[in-house]
T-cell receptor, first 111, second 111 residues
Framework: GAGVSQSPRYKVAKRGQDVALRCDPI?????LFWYQQALGQGPEFLTY????????KSGLPSDRFFAERPEGSVSTLKIQRTQQEDSAVYLC?????????FGPGTRLTVL | QKEVEQNSGPLSVPEGAIASLNCTYS??????FFWYRQYSGKSPELIMF????GDKEDGRFTAQLNKASQYVSLLIRDSQPSDSATYLC???????????FGKGTRLHILP
């Protein structure tokens, strides 16, 4: 595809459920980033991959959050035992050089 | 803590006038500076990036950077109603590093 794709676009989870969010980056893009955007806020960095290597996970808010990119392309962000404060839009971005291109995001609502 | 500060707005500008958006950042080591536009319910879209002190023009947009003052701005000439959106200022320390976003300024172009 021409851009970054994310699925699902919307996810409703009951508190305590596990969720998995998928990101398909632009083909050939080496770097992949995950951000969390709460309502009325700017995106906040969660984690970063270069190919399959997770180089920075300093933004993950707790050990309930886990991300992987096993083959250096598709990435999955997993949130275990979801809490209401996890409700946000989760944005994925990929880049080849300096510019990050964002996907449409997954809106997660935890009830 | 690296911070990017923006006035949240809303900033109201008459159609056809110049909109001026401002941003300050805390990390003197920042090397790359970005302006993203985000429409409601959509993902951020890159408008401009600037690396060197001074002005950079692209169509109706001009980015201005002053590293000594740790200040970056975006000017939008001949503002159009379609420019109404949230504008996110973002900075990055190194080429492959995460991007730190401000909270965004809501811009409203009055027809």
């Amino acid at each position: 595809g021409a851009g970054v794709s994310q699925s699902p676009r919307y996810k409703v989870a009951k508190r305590g459920q596990d969720v998995a969010l998928r990101c398909d980056p632009i083909s050939g893009h080496v770097s992949l980033f995950w951000y969390q955007q709460a309502l009325g806020q700017g995106p906040e960095f969660l984690t970063y991959f270069q190919n399959e290597a997770q180089l920075d996970k300093s933004g993950l808010p707790s050990d309930r959050f886990f991300a992987e990119r096993p083959e250096g392309s598709v990435s999955t962000l997993k949130i275990q035992r979801t809490q209401q404060e996890d409700s946000a839009v989760y944005l994925c971005a990929s880049s080849l050089a300096d510019t990050q291109y964002f996907g449409p995001g997954t809106r997660l609502t935890v009830l | 803590q690296k911070e990017v500060e923006q006035n949240s707005g809303p900033l109201s500008v008459p159609e056809g006038a110049i909109a001026s958006l401002n941003c300050t950042y805390s990390d003197r080591g920042s090397q790359s500076f970005f302006w993203y536009r985000q429409y409601s319910g959509k993902s951020p879209e890159l408008i401009m990036f600037i690396y060197s002190n001074g002005d950079k023009e692209d169509g109706r947009f001009t980015a201005q950077l002053n590293k000594a003052s740790q200040y970056v701005s975006l000017l939008i000439r001949d503002s159009q109603p379609s420019d109404s959106a949230t504008y996110l200022c973002a900075v990055r320390e190194n080429r492959d590093d995460k991007i730190i976003f401000g909270k965004g300024t809501r811009l409203h172009i009055l027809p």
